[in-house]
């Protein structure tokens, strides 16, 4: 049973604190930060990347923190800068918040330790709901990060694509599991994300990811059995097409195919 500041971790929360300093300025130096910005953090805990994040020139920083042990510990701790109007915390589940309560301060830079078990939800909103942010720093673990910046070879799939498609990744510092505490059972990553300014829209979007996660569900089949006993207009593809596989396919290949296969 672990236990930080005398309060008891919790593993459902995947709490696995910083305790480097250098990981933390790595991440901030990474992003553009002014008297302007407004920097959103994700699971707080003892507040070890909040007050680096606190020590710059922000206009203000919010942290959305579930436990509610953590939430007021941050409270008490750093009351002087919640007075001070540059610092509020929520205790609430990030991935149940409406959205809406962002737009006021929009566009956020984002400066977080996900927490591990629930790190591509809360990537995926910052991308369905990317209009809100600005660019962000966050820490993955490695094998997340991987598959999002992969383009082809082993980890390569519909997750890669997705995140590729609305935004740029870059990987940062690969981190060792004895950077927190408690210690990881893997290392961890820092990604830098920004969104892209425009994309091309997709038709029918929510159905084209569908096929794309369908593909790659047995993505070493070609493409004709993997279309075989669905409803799309494959047949109209050319053979050379349909002897291809999902993992010899780029965004391209498959917004391609698409405008063939939906009507």
């Known amino acids: 049973m672990a236990f930080v500041a005398n309060i008891q971790l919790k593993k459902k929360f995947g709490q696995h604190f910083l305790t480097q300093r250098w990981v933390v300025d790595h991440a901030i130096e990474k992003v553009e930060l002014n008297q302007d910005s407004s920097v ?13 994040i606190l020590e710059q020139k922000i206009a203000r920083l919010w942290v959305f923190e579930i436990d509610q042990a953590w939430a007021n510990y941050l ?4 009351s002087k800068d919640i007075e001070l109007g540059r610092f509020q915390v929520f205790e609430q589940d990030f991935l149940q918040i409406d959205l809406k309560v962002l737009a006021q301060h929009q566009p956020w830079t984002v ?3 996900l927490p591990y078990n629930v ?3 809360i990537l995926e909103i910052f991308v369905r709901n990317r209009h809100l942010f600005k660019e962000g720093v966050v820490m993955v673990q490695e094998e997340v990060a991987q598959k999002i910046v992969k383009t082809s070879g082993r980890g390569y799939g519909a997750i890669s694509l997705f995140f590729q498609y609305y935004c740029a990744w870059q990987l940062l510092d690969k981190i ?11 290392f961890s990553r820092l990604i830098y994300f920004k969104p892209y300014g425009q994309v091309a829209p997709i038709p029918d979007e929510v159905a084209f990811w ?11 089949r070609m493409l004709r059995n993997n279309l075989a006993q669905t409803h ?13 596989r999902a993992q010899q396919m780029d965004i391209s290949k498959f917004l391609e195919i698409w405008q063939v296969i939906r009507s």
């Open 232 to 244: 799309y207009n494959w047949q109209q593809l050319p053979e050379a097409t349909l002897l291809l």
């Open 75 to 78: 409270k008490k701790e750093l």
């Open 40 to 52: 959103l953090e994700i699971g707080g805990g003892a507040g070890f990347l909040t007050r680096a």
């Open 111 to 113: 400066l977080a330790n």
């Open 119 to 121: 790190s591509f939800p």
């Open 210 to 220: 569908k096929f794309v996660r369908m593909c790659f569900k047995f993505p070493r």
């Open 176 to 186: 060792p599991p004895t950077a927190f505490n408690p210690p990881p059972k893997v």
